[in-house]
């Protein structure tokens, strides 16, 4: 009974963990402003007929707060990158000079971190989603064992608490990432 319980939870707060750090890894692609070599993650180049990742067959710097260098590693493939960084529609425009491949990004206008901040909130709005439906499967679960006889009613309420506890939790992670991000945005 209380080792069916413990793998409903321990099964509800892997999803939770995993709706988090998807929220995160969104939130790394997101320009802020300043340089930021994830920008990049996305970007994937037809090396010799494979999608590759940038960051595969280059070194990603940051030389300066609003400058990412792209050092492609076979030069025959510089003008593909410049092609692909171009493609993937980050805003920014890159400057080649035949070895290296300079990002400049530019100052964001106040307009434009507000566009950001909404995709932020929003971001934050889908894990917020995903959340809820892991409370939804973890609470059916245990209506199910309560059914079958497996728990008593009692257990059944304590372990929903249990869940709530958990959900409560990660809503507040999700939302101090959130104003964590929305801070960084809209600092000039």
Not at 131 to 155: N, P, T
């Amino acid at each position: 009974m209380e080792n069916e319980i413990d793998e409903i939870l321990l099964s509800c707060q892997e999803e939770l963990e995993k709706a988090c750090q998807h929220q995160i890894n969104e939130y790394l692609v997101i320009r802020a402003g300043r340089a930021n070599p994830h920008v990049l993650d996305k970007v994937f180049i037809d090396y010799y007929g494979q999608p590759t990742p940038l960051n595969q067959m280059a070194s990603i710097t940051v030389p300066e707060a609003r400058m990412l260098c792209v050092q492609v590693w076979d030069q025959s493939q510089v003008k593909n990158v410049v092609k692909a960084i171009s493609a993937a529609d980050l805003g920014i425009t890159p400057n080649d000079d035949g070895k290296v491949i300079r990002l400049v990004f530019p100052m964001l206008t106040e307009e434009r971190r507000r566009d950001i901040v909404k995709t932020v909130k929003k971001i934050s709005e889908e894990t917020k989603v995903a959340i809820r439906g892991a409370r939804r499967d973890a609470m059916e679960m245990l209506k199910d064992l309560e059914k079958e006889g497996s728990i008593s009613e009692d257990e059944q309420s304590s372990a929903e608490k249990e869940v709530q506890k958990l959900i409560d939790q990660y809503n507040e992670k999700v939302e101090e990432t959130c104003r964590a991000k929305e801070k960084e945005i809209m600092e000039v």
